[in-house]
């Protein structure tokens, strides 16, 4: 059964960082497509970070140069590391995973995954 369970939320102040991390369990993250989602009220999920079989990540325009993806295959753990954070990053952040993805350039598509995580929360203050 795949499992996956966020941490490392939190509450910081613009220009800050954090590190999030997702627990896999049920399957191995390196044959799996993985990736990071955010979602505020009332607004649809959206995809931030992704990186396919072969270790390739994809970004949002909105965190490109500030976020960083990375998987450690004997942890089997996804995590993402957030730099220079903005009160506009403020959301709950999601872990998706799914064995088939349609390409690369998918990714970051929402529909692509059926396998989620609980969420953990990011807050940033200005």
């Known amino acids: 059964q795949v499992q996956l369970v966020e941490s490392g939320g939190g509450s910081v102040q613009a220009g800050g960082s954090l590190n999030l991390s997702c627990a896999a369990s049920?399957?191995?993250?390196?044959?799996?497509?993985m990736a990071w989602f955010r979602q505020t009220p009332g607004k649809e999920r959206e995809g931030v970070a992704g990186?396919?079989?072969?270790?390739?990540?994809d970004y949002a325009d909105s965190v490109k140069g500030r976020f960083t993806i990375s998987q450690d295959n004997a942890k089997n753990t996804l995590y993402l590391q957030m730099n220079s954070l903005k009160p506009e990053d403020t959301a709950m952040y999601y872990c998706a995973a799914d064995r088939t993805v349609t390409g690369w350039a998918y990714l970051l598509r929402r529909d692509e995954y059926t396998n989620w995580g609980q969420g953990t929360q990011v807050t940033v203050s200005s």
């Open positions: 990186i396919d079989r072969f270790g390739s990540p």
């Open positions: 049920g399957f191995t993250v390196s044959t799996y497509y």
